[in-house]
């Protein structure tokens, strides 16, 4: 086994096995977790209010306060993101949150199912109003697409019945004579 990796991990647990050690006691590590699922569960907050001011602004189609939300989303996603990653080493290693919340005192287990729940319900959440506005986003594309092409056809007939240069006679310069 490799002097840096698992093997190394495995020999201190061996050396230990007697002893609980911060990462085999849960009364150790189970608070540790309750703090980082609280760091996700504010950012979750945070991000289930930009969800709701983004879908405000796709409604009222305000680009500018869409691209303010989008940034100010941007530093929350990050967070979330690295929380995760700080949660994961505890999942992969317990086989899944209902193991970790298995391993820990009952006090311990109903917070950590708590704040997985209200992260549950937040993150879903979130996932249904940004589908919302993708698929609102899209229908203003689609009608502003067919308004500019509009714009554009008035314009061109605009063009074409304008004034013609000096000397060609002036007039629509398409007609339809033959009725």
Do not use: C
Request: proline share 4%; net charge negative.
């Amino acid at each position: 086994m490799d002097a840096g990796g698992a093997g190394r991990d495995e020999q201190l647990w061996l050396i230990n096995a007697g002893e609980p050690t911060p990462h085999t006691d849960p009364n150790r590590w189970g608070p540790r977790l309750l703090r980082l699922l609280d760091e996700q569960v504010e950012s979750a907050r945070k991000l289930a209010a930009l969800a709701a001011e983004q879908g405000e602004a796709v409604a009222l189609g305000d680009i500018e306060a869409l691209a303010r939300v989008l940034g100010e989303r941007e530093p929350v996603v990050a967070a979330l993101t690295e929380s995760a990653g700080r949660i994961e080493p505890f999942v992969r290693t317990m086989g899944g949150m209902a193991s970790v919340a298995a391993g820990v005192p009952a006090v311990l287990r109903q917070g950590l199912e708590a704040r997985v729940r209200e992260l549950d319900a937040l993150l879903e959440e979130i996932g249904r109003r940004d589908e919302a506005d993708a698929l609102a986003l899209g229908r203003n594309r689609e009608r502003l697409a067919l308004q500019l092409s509009e714009i554009n056809g008035g314009r061109a007939a605009i063009a074409a019945y304008g004034k013609q240069p000096e000397g060609e006679g002036g007039g629509a310069a398409f007609q339809d004579r033959a009725g």
